[in-house]
């Protein structure tokens, strides 16, 4: 009887570290295709909110949200940026028109000489 569980419990262990060595693998080879670095424990949860199905349709689905909405942040960003420089553009541009007007209003006031 225990002897049947140790071996049973024998088995998981080897599968469990097989399948770990498999991802550390897949882990690795990614890290050198794409300069990412992927932990065991991303795969881990990847593998479990996919239950294993790589490239399933729920997938494909969360992967296109988030370039929909990657691209939409860099698209915001790129015009909060562009809002906030014109912003400091218009402060100096009016600071310049304040010291030109007193300039001109101080013109009538000079001598011909």
Same mark, same amino acid.
């Given at each position: 009887?225990?002897?049947? /569980?140790? /071996?049973?419990? +024998?088995? @998981?262990?080897r599968?469990?570290?097989?399948?770990?060595?498999?991802l550390?693998?897949?882990?690795?080879?990614? =890290?050198?295709?794409?300069?990412?670095?992927?932990?065991?424990?991303? +795969?881990?949860?990847?593998?479990? @909110?996919?239950?294993?199905?790589?490239?399933?349709?729920?997938?494909?689905?969360?992967?296109?949200? =988030?370039?929909?909405l990657?691209?939409r942040?860099?698209?915001?960003?790129?015009?909060?940026?562009?809002?906030?420089?014109?912003?400091?553009?218009?402060? =100096?541009?009016?600071?310049?028109?304040?010291?030109?007007?007193?300039?001109?209003?101080?013109?009538p006031?000079? /001598?011909p000489?």
């Amino acid at each position: 009887m225990f002897s049947d /569980n140790f /071996n049973v419990i +024998i088995k @998981i262990v080897r599968k469990a570290d097989k399948n770990f060595k498999f991802l550390v693998k897949i882990s690795t080879s990614f =890290h050198l295709e794409c300069g990412v670095n992927v932990t065991y424990q991303s +795969i881990l949860v990847s593998a479990a @909110i996919f239950k294993g199905k790589y490239g399933s349709d729920y997938e494909n689905k969360l992967e296109a949200e =988030h370039d929909f909405l990657a691209d939409r942040q860099k698209r915001v960003g790129a015009a909060k940026y562009k809002w906030t420089n014109g912003r400091n553009l218009l402060n =100096h541009a009016t600071a310049q028109l304040c010291v030109a007007c007193k300039k001109w209003m101080l013109l009538p006031n000079m /001598n011909p000489a």
